[in-house]
């Protein structure tokens, strides 16, 4: 299947192709009937009578087999894409992500924020949370200049914060991350 390989190759989540998965699966259920029609000329008694037949449906059960492999390895790999892209990004697929991506591949998604949320809340009482970098901070608060308007938000260290475009705070990036991870804040050095 050429989609596999030109995923591999893209850096980018490229265009779900539609009409080649529907083909695909047409091409599977087209195996699975021929290899039926075959079985059902093998007596049941004797499946050596018709040793030519049975190699047939065998092949055909080889070429099912691997036509499932690579549509799985496919949807795998597109699925790993949306949960790395969650953990890079944070919640709010982009642009390009959404054209590209498949309804049932933004509702995965969404289901998958949903559980690493619902884990989150969970995790309260440890005072976790895994959605920060696992990097650890080498200063305390970091300067960070706002690129999109947010607006007033709560942070439990420092209170309420209002976060303007353009505007330049020094914050525990723990605090904001969410932010960092939605391209609304940088980090600035020192």
């Keep these: 299947m050429e989609a596999l390989s030109i995923l591999h190759s893209s850096k980018v989540l490229p265009e779900y192709p539609t009409y080649e998965i529907r083909q695909a699966t047409k091409d599977i259920n087209d195996l ?34 691997r036509s499932k492999r690579v549509l799985y390895a496919y949807h795998d790999e597109r699925c790993n894409r949306l949960e790395r892209y969650f953990w890079r990004h944070g919640n709010e697929l982009s642009e390009s992500f959404q054209t590209n991506a498949s309804k049932q591949e933004t509702d995965y998604f969404k289901n998958y924020i949903n559980l690493i949320e619902e884990y989150s809340q969970n995790a309260v009482e440890c005072n976790l949370d895994i959605t920060t970098t696992m990097e650890p901070p080498r200063e305390l608060l970091a300067k960070l200049r706002v690129i999109e308007d947010i607006g ?19 914050l525990k990036k723990a605090d904001v991350e969410q932010f960092i991870k939605a391209g609304k804040l940088i980090e600035m050095g020192s």
């Design 32 to 65: 699975h009937d021929s290899m039926e029609r075959k079985l059902k000329e093998i007596p049941d008694d004797d499946a050596t009578a018709k040793p030519e037949i049975s190699a047939s449906a065998l092949i055909d059960h080889y070429k099912l087999e």
């Design 152 to 170: 007033e938000v709560y942070l439990p260290d420092v209170g309420s914060v209002n976060l303007e475009k353009n505007s330049v705070h020094y």
